[in-house]
């Protein structure tokens, strides 16, 4: 069955340079966070910016692994002016040289987040995650859901299900303005394809039974998923549009949350092996399942595979819900901090998870792994849940 959504492309992109309505604003959180690494913050300056174009910055660097300091104290130097047009500058002190200097015409959120991912390439030699965009989950009272897809920092929010049904685990296409995610949009969990420059969208997965979690192929050519057609869930993959479809396990056990390595070859899942709770892997093509250790940490699911490939992030229940990341290949597992539904950054040392708030209400956070520090995202009244990074 197809459905069609009136969400043309031009529509799109202008919603995505568009301000999104004042909300709450964004929470930085102080508790203690234990790192992969102990690298320390990058200190930077900053000067000569006002207002949003201040805020949108500090958000944007601080994320991804730069502190703010005086001047004196600070390795870069960030001037410039945000009247009219951006104008930015950086100053390597150490070197006594300047790195980049650039304009941009205009002074809104689009030209500050340029500037910031212009400031981390400069820095860094590596891309930054400023211009990426996000999908996650709304749940709202009535037990109803809708999938939103914004900007990485939670502005420009746009819901693009308005069904009255169950939604769940957005994954996108990548490179691709489009969406896979479960619905009960006509009573049964199934895995449906969203076009969003389109808005069309068609049922890939709608077998009796669970149809959900479903992981698209670093080359966008495969769908791994969650399917119960034959008994217990199990890993299946097939074509993008559906076709061809495998099976890849056939356990007793729930196996849940597949996720593909960088190079295409493996795909990542939770199961059970001996009443245990573990992290597998199964080769793309079919094969015998290979375990991965995550040594201290027990109960793992949700995991997802860094792009860089060395690290996999992933849920752990011991009592509460923990963010940990292990070594690709298995070993000894860290714990990062509480919270669950972990996705990386195309840049592999972000990551967005849901934490839980005194108030039992589900928000989204972005954690830079190396330097600990932690901030939430523009929310969507409701809880929001399950994000995914677009890469």
């Known amino acids: ?215 698209v192929s670093p080359d966008g050519t495969k769908v791994a998923m969650i399917l119960s057609k034959s008994g217990s869930p199990d890993v299946w993959v097939c074509n993008a549009d559906g076709s061809n479809l495998k099976q890849l396990t056939s356990t007793p056990e729930d196996e849940s949350s597949p996720c593909w390595s960088p190079d295409g070859r493996w795909i990542c899942f939770a199961t059970k092996i001996h009443e245990r709770r573990m992290l597998a892997k199964v080769p793309a093509e079919g094969g015998d399942i290979q375990r991965i250790p995550t040594v201290g940490v027990a109960n793992p699911t949700e995991p997802d595979w860094s792009p860089d490939g060395k690290w996999i992030a992933f849920t752990s229940q011991m009592g509460e819900f923990a963010i940990c990341v292990v070594p690709a290949d298995g070993g000894n597992a860290t714990v990062l901090l509480r919270g669950q539904d972990p996705s990386w950054s195309p840049n592999s040392r972000t990551l967005i998870f849901t934490r839980r708030t005194p108030s039992y209400r589900d928000m989204l956070s972005l954690l830079d792994v190396y330097t600990k520090q932690v901030k939430d995202i523009r929310q969507i009244p409701g809880n929001d849940s399950e994000p995914a990074w677009a890469r």
């Open 1 to 215: 069955m197809k459905n069609c959504i009136k969400i043309c492309l031009p529509v799109l992109l202008a919603f995505f340079a568009a301000n999104f309505a004042p909300g709450q604003n964004e929470i930085t959180i102080t508790r203690d966070v234990q790192g992969i690494g102990n690298t320390k913050p990058v200190p930077v300056s900053l000067d000569g910016f006002g207002g949003e174009v201040a805020d949108i910055l500090k958000f944007d660097l601080y994320v991804q692994g730069f502190a703010f300091v005086s001047p004196d104290a600070a390795q870069y130097q960030i001037s410039g002016s945000s009247s009219g047009n951006i104008q930015g500058r950086v100053v390597d002190r150490f070197a006594k040289s300047t790195i980049l200097s650039r304009s941009y015409n205009g002074a809104s959120r689009q030209q500050a987040h340029a500037f910031a991912d212009d400031i981390v390439l400069a820095i860094t030699g590596k891309k930054g995650i400023a211009q990426t965009k996000i999908a996650f989950k709304v749940q709202s009272a009535n037990g109803d859901g809708k999938i939103y897809i914004a900007d990485f920092d939670g502005h420009n929010a746009q819901s693009i299900t308005p069904d009255s049904a169950i939604v769940a685990a957005p994954a996108w296409a990548p490179g691709r303005m489009a969406l896979y995610y479960t619905s009960y949009k006509l009573g049964n969990p199934d895995i449906f394809y969203h076009n969003l420059g389109t808005g069309q969208r068609r049922v890939i997965a709608g077998y009796s039974g669970l149809n959900t979690s479903a992981a």
